[in-house]
């Protein structure tokens, strides 16, 4: 069962809205990844280069199982504060190209937080990029590090107070290699 908040996110993601939502790191951009203009509006919304991919948010590890190659990885320890950049298996033609790395690559996250319930029950990822304008340096981990004329285009915030002050770690877990950290 979804709470006020829970549900009141998940009709903006229904409706191909976008949010403003807390994570086990920073706040984030979201919206439905299967929604091509609303993947869109984010882009525009943080003026972010289409050839620079965001993330996409998953509501447990059996859906990552589902979705990309992960046999040899132990998913349990990437849950939280990492964004795994993962094979996806037979699923690309649903996801907008703009989730995608030149190579095939799709970052991807887990966290243990209850937007990964209201992700759930979309049935779809969401978007996981910071709530800033792209080349920012202003983390937005809390509502004043986040520019207002950004939350001025979103639909729906749901603010949380201060969160943690750095966005998660890059991995590629088949390489090891770690790509932000």
Request: glycine fraction near 6%.
């Amino acid at each position: 069962m979804l709470t006020i908040i829970e549900k009141r996110i998940l009709d903006t993601l229904l409706s191909g809205g976008i949010i403003i939502y807390p994570t086990d790191t920073i706040y984030g951009i979201g919206c439905d990844a299967f929604n091509s203009k609303a993947v869109e509006k984010v882009f525009i919304i943080k003026n972010r280069k289409l050839e620079n991919p965001v993330s996409l948010l998953y509501p447990n590890i059996d859906s990552i199982q589902e979705n990309f190659y992960v046999e040899n990885i132990d998913l349990k320890k990437y849950v939280g504060a990492y964004t795994l950049l993962l094979k996806p298996k037979n699923w690309i033609e649903k996801v907008d190209s703009k989730c995608f790395y030149k190579d095939g690559y799709v970052g991807v996250r887990i966290i243990p937080h209850w937007i990964s319930k209201v992700v759930e029950e979309l049935g779809n990822p969401i978007i996981s990029t910071s709530a800033n304008v792209s080349g920012s340096k202003l983390v937005p981990y809390n509502m004043s590090n986040i520019d207002i004329e950004i939350i001025e285009k979103i639909d729906s915030v749901v603010y949380e107070g201060h969160l943690q002050t750095s966005a998660s770690k890059v991995i590629n877990p088949y390489t090891g290699s770690i790509l932000r950290g």
